[in-house]
């Protein structure tokens, strides 16, 4: 499918004028239509519900347009908790899906009234221990190890993931919460990563809803809650084809309706926990070209680099490059798209074929709404960027302002420095 940007050479060229690049700016209509159409496609289950993996793009406003649809959080550590907190999200709309978690962030969770989501058998006593009780509401991550596998092709491999209870350890660890006094129980699993096929949420959904009916038949655990969590992934290549949700949707109900209905199971709610599906097509990393260096290679230098988009870096991630205002210009050159990193792997793209791109164009990273901004870091003292909504009716908000020096030396202010670095 051909990848166009929501974004023109003339808007930027308008935007910039009151907000310099770098920046990330999402797509508020693009962002609506998915919210929708995923709210629509598990409409058939009543206690559905949507927690946004806020860890994905932990920005207020953004995470606010979601809620309109019905979606809740789900947090990963304090910081994320207190985010939600403080944007209003109710206890009962928060999931806590943390590893290794400290003492102090169960504490958090459990004063908040989030439902807390175990990832090891061990957490259960550790969690006792932190907060004195084990909450009637219970989840426990479960991971049946080996490879993930549809229709013969491995999808991922949990067997080599730190995260989740063991088959054994899950029918362990219901049979312990419940004596301890558990009422509500909730099962998740996170299997496989950026699944680009409607087969994913289907094939997961049947492995874990067999897993209740025996959790429920052998421990008696009243489950009500099955959290099927991220996965759903998007297509960063042109030659991808996207999920369809609505089918997504519609076959997960055909599994629960052959597994979980017979057994008298048909009240349990499904969640999901999706970050990326959410927010990463509705995103770019905006960035004006600065520098052409002619060497070995063709080099195009930006004024964004990986602090502000990591995936490239990290993981080889391939992210679709539009330079605006040559949308249909022939793609008869090979660059390199770097940053500024004392770091030979900070580039966006290698050896890309783009449109011939002069010194002051604007290029348009995409897919950088989930995972993008979020994983920014501050190597080489370079600052994170703002971040920019653009509305349904075409205007632009800052949704949060781009770090400067003095938030960069926040962490010296107990030093006498600080008063030079302000
Ligand atoms: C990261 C994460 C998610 C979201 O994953 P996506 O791939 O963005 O959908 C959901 N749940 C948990 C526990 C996670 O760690």
Not at 76 to 82: A, I, N, P, R, Y
Not at 109 to 116: P, Q, S, V
Not at 192 to 212: G, I
Request: hydrophobic residues 35%.
């Amino acid at each position: 499918m051909e990848k166009k940007a929501f974004v023109t050479k003339e808007m930027i060229e308008e935007i910039v004028k009151k907000y310099p690049t770098p920046f990330h700016i999402y797509d508020e209509k693009g962002i609506r239509e998915n919210a929708k159409a995923l709210k629509e496609a598990f409409s058939w289950n009543k206690g559905y519900k949507e927690f946004f993996a806020v860890k994905a793009t932990p920005n207020p406003f953004l995470i606010d347009i979601l809620r309109d649809y019905g979606c809740g959080c789900d947090c990963s550590s304090k910081t994320e908790l207190m985010l939600s907190e403080a944007m209003g999200v109710e206890g009962k709309d928060i999931m806590f899906s943390s590893n290794d978690t400290p003492a102090e962030e169960f504490e958090y969770a459990a004063k908040l009234g989030a439902t807390i989501n175990l990832d090891d058998i061990t957490h259960i006593d550790f969690l006792e221990k932190a907060i004195g009780y084990i909450p009637e509401t219970i989840s426990c991550r479960y991971n049946p190890g080996g490879y993930f596998s549809i229709a013969n092709s491995i999808m991922d491999n949990p067997g080599d993931a730190k995260y989740g209870f063991t088959t054994e350890q899950l029918f362990e660890g219901f049979k312990i919460l419940k004596a301890k006094g558990a009422k509500n129980f909730g099962i998740h699993a996170f299997l496989a990563s950026n699944t680009v096929t409607n087969d994913y949420y289907p094939t997961l959904a049947r492995q874990l809803f067999e897993v209740a009916v025996k959790l429920h038949e052998e421990t008696g655990a009243d489950i009500k809650f099955i959290n099927l969590s991220g996965g759903i992934g998007i297509p960063y290549k042109p030659e991808q084809t996207p999920n369809d949700i609505r089918v997504i949707g519609d076959n997960v109900r055909k599994v629960f309706e052959e597994v979980l209905v017979p057994a008298g199971m048909g009240d349990v709610a499904i969640y999901t926990e999706l970050g990326r599906f959410m927010m990463a097509p509705y995103g770019h990393l905006v960035t004006k070209v600065l520098h052409e260096k002619h060497t070995h290679k063709e080099y195009i230098g930006v004024d964004a680099c990986a602090a502000n988009l990591m995936r490239p870096a990290m993981y080889g991630a391939y992210h679709h490059i539009t330079v605006l205002g040559k949308e249909n210009a022939p793609c008869d050159h090979v660059y390199d798209v770097t940053g500024s990193l004392c770091e030979n792997n900070d580039k966006f793209a290698v050896d890309r074929a783009l449109p011939e791109i002069a010194i002051g164009d604007y290029i348009a990273i995409h897919d950088t709404g989930a995972h993008g901004f979020a994983m920014g870091y501050n190597y080489n003292g370079r600052l994170w960027s703002s971040e920019l909504l653009l509305k349904e009716d075409g205007s632009v908000q800052l949704i949060r302002r781009a770090q400067e020096p003095k938030d960069y030396f926040a962490t010296f202010d107990c030093f006498p420095i600080y008063e030079k670095l302000k």
